[in-house]
């Protein structure tokens, strides 16, 4: 069955350094998508991303953050300038256009900010 | 906006008992409702989907129903065992003028007792 790829499954860097989280989606999907999970918390919605631009972000998704999707295949997530509260595990989904889609979700990178 | 909550927040069963799930959303245009399992520390493993125009998917033990009008989703677990302990959730897709979104409910994590 066809996955969603996150890396690297854990992440540590110091507070101000940029990091970028990388997912390859299923290849026939067409949108794309990041949620966050500060621990113990619920999963948040962060960006979606269709036809190369971005559809929809929610007041998480401030000017530290970006998308990218480079090369058609990989969907990028770069924190400019890490907060200790970026702290989370960070999930990317994708999925097909169509009622009959659900969502496919890596299995996370977890982001730990010192 | 789409609330979705879900009720109990935890549940304790022996192992054997069955057990219903539930989750309520404000908004009833909803797309589809997806069920998921998430273990501690792990990612979210997809269960079941319901179209907005079904009213119920049955996987194995699992049942979930859908009651948009209400807008209620249920998911029964038949003859529960140990390893159905996890934290289960249910996210609600909404689709509007081509963008998609999914909100997810606040969980309920249920641990069957051998």
């Known amino acids: 069955e066809p996955e969603v790829t996150q890396t690297p499954s854990h992440q540590v860097t110091q507070m101000g350094q940029e990091v970028i989280l990388r997912c390859v989606p299923i290849s026939n999907h067409l949108y794309f998508y990041w949620y966050r999970q500060i621990l113990g918390q619920k999963v948040e919605f962060l960006v979606s991303?269709?036809?190369?631009?971005?559809?929809?972000k929610s007041e998480i998704f401030d000017d530290q953050f970006s998308v990218e999707r480079p090369d058609g295949s990989n969907f990028t997530l770069k924190i400019r300038s890490t907060k200790l509260e970026d702290s989370a595990m960070y999930f990317c989904?994708?999925?097909?256009?169509?009622?009959?889609?659900?969502?496919?979700f890596g299995s996370g990178t977890r982001l730990t900010v010192v | 906006k789409q609330e979705v909550t879900q009720i109990p927040a935890a549940l304790s069963v022996p192992e054997g008992e069955n057990l219903v799930l539930n989750c309520s959303f404000t908004?009833?245009?909803?797309?589809?409702l997806q069920w998921f399992r998430q273990d501690p520390g792990k990612g979210l493993t997809s269960l079941l989907l319901i179209q907005s125009s079904q009213r119920e998917q049955t996987s194995g033990r699992l049942n979930a129903s859908l009651d948009k009008s209400s807008g209620r989703s249920t998911l029964y677990i038949a003859a529960s065992q140990p390893g159905d302990s996890a934290t289960y959730l249910c996210?609600?897709?909404?689709?509007?003028?081509?963008?998609?979104?999914?909100?997810f409910g606040t969980g309920t994590k249920l641990q069957v007792i051998p």
């Open positions: 991303f269709y036809n190369n631009e971005i559809s929809e």
């Open positions: 989904a994708s999925s097909g256009q169509g009622a009959h889609y659900g969502y496919t």
């Open positions: 996210a609600v897709r909404t689709y509007s003028g081509g963008y998609q979104k999914v909100t």
């Open positions: 908004d009833s245009a909803i797309y589809n």
